[in-house]
Every structure is written in structure tokens, then in C-alpha cells.
């Protein structure tokens, strides 16, 4: 029995056809590879997803840019103003994140530290970062506490005495080891960076007795 002769045109076309089929699925593969990496880097939070909007709540008060007060200048003490001991920082912890039990526990930290802590509550807004709110009297106070936490914004306010409130966000940062803060007594603080003096700012308004 004889094997039939294949036509050569015929044998070419099928091997170009077998050729670009191999090239298109590699494209195919190729491509929903990337699109599974670029997946999974989205969800694992490796990357921000393109045109991604972050859900607002109403209630939630944007605060990523916030200019702090600069120290003020301390009779007798010409390099700066010094921390004051932690049971003079008198304070109210708000939660102001919607997670339950995070105020109770700076709480517990802040006391077991010296601080003076009057009592928590729940905030009236959401925040994305911790606050610190306080008045003039009250800006070393703020600063001796702003020293146990990596990231706390620093806020003033118009009320008079030397209180300062911890507000809690949603994004935010547990108080630092102990051996982590880097004041001493002895050592007089350093202003916040981009802080401008007091009397330049448009301090925010004071908190009512009831909140």
C-alpha cells in the first residue's frame, strides 16, 4: 500500500496556522496572567485599584491636612519647652473609628503610663487618623502625649483650660512600646513638623460640656 503524498502548500498553511494559534494563546495566557497578579495585588492592598473611590461616610470629617500649633516659649526654660510629667496630662478618650472597645483600650494603656484619664465616650463623627484636640494652655500637655503614638494628628481648639482629648479613628495607630518614645524629661520637646505659631491659627471650636 502506497502513503499517499501530502500536498507542501497544504503541510505550510497548517503549519502557519498551528503557529499563530500557539502565539494568540500564549497572548491569552499572558494576559490573564497579569490581570490575576494585578488582582491579587489589589486585594492583598500591594497596590490602590484605578479609579477606585473610598466609600464616605456622612458623618466623617476629612482630616488629612492638619497644621499643628507650634510649642510655645516656656519662662525658664530657653531651649524649649520640657514634657510634663504624664499625671499632669489630663485627657478624655473619644472613639471616634465606629470599632468598638478601642477607646478603652488607650485607656488602659494611657493609665497604666501615669496619664490622668477623665473617662471615654463615643464620638459625634467618624475620623480616618487620631486626633488630639486641645487648647493654647493646653499644647504641651498635647505634645508630651503625641510622643506615645506614631501618628496622631495635632488639633487646636478655642477651649480655655489644659485639657486635651484623644479622638480615635478609623485608621488608627496603638500607642507605642514604651521603650519606642523618644522623650525625656530632661529634654525639651521638638515642634510637629509644618507647625505654625498658635495665634496663626483658626483654632476649631471648642467641645460642649455635654460631649
Known amino acids: 500500500m502506497s502513503t499517499p503524498v501530502q ?8 503549519r502557519r496556522e498551528h503557529e499563530r494559534q500557539a502565539v494568540i494563546f500564549g497572548i491569552l495566557v499572558a494576559v490573564l496572567l497579569l490581570v490575576g497578579l494585578g ?8 497596590v490602590e485599584a484605578p479609579f477606585a473611590r473610598e466609600f464616605t461616610n456622612p458623618h466623617q470629617v ?3 491636612v492638619v497644621v499643628p500649633p507650634c510649642l510655645p516659649a516656656v519662662e525658664g526654660q530657653p531651649d524649649g519647652a520640657l514634657p510634663i510629667p504624664h499625671s499632669d496630662v489630663h485627657l478624655r478618650i473619644y472613639n471616634a473609628s465606629g470599632t468598638a472597645g478601642v477607646a478603652g483600650a488607650n485607656r488602659t494603656v494611657l493609665e497604666r503610663r501615669g496619664f490622668s484619664v477623665a473617662g471615654v465616650g463615643d464620638h459625634t463623627t467618624t475620623l ?22 506614631p501618628r496622631v494628628n495635632l488639633v ?11 479622638l480615635v479613628g478609623e485608621r488608627y495607630d496603638r500607642p507605642l512600646d514604651e521603650d519606642q518614645v523618644t522623650i525625656s524629661a ?7 513638623e ?3 505659631p498658635a495665634d496663626q491659627l483658626e483654632p ?8
Open 62 to 64: 476629612d482630616d488629612e
Open 186 to 192: 530632661d529634654a525639651p520637646l521638638r515642634n510637629a
Open 194 to 196: 509644618g507647625c505654625r
Open 204 to 211: 476649631i471650636p471648642a467641645p460642649s460640656p455635654q460631649s
Open 7 to 14: 500536498d507542501p502548500a497544504r503541510v505550510a498553511r497548517r
Open 156 to 166: 487646636l481648639d478655642t477651649r480655655e483650660d489644659a485639657t486635651v482629648d484623644l
Open 39 to 46: 488582582a491579587l495585588a489589589i486585594y492583598t492592598g500591594a
Open 128 to 149: 480616618r487618623h487620631s486626633e488630639l484636640r486641645f487648647g493654647t494652655n493646653g499644647i504641651v500637655a498635647a505634645y508630651t502625649l503625641a510622643a506615645h503614638f
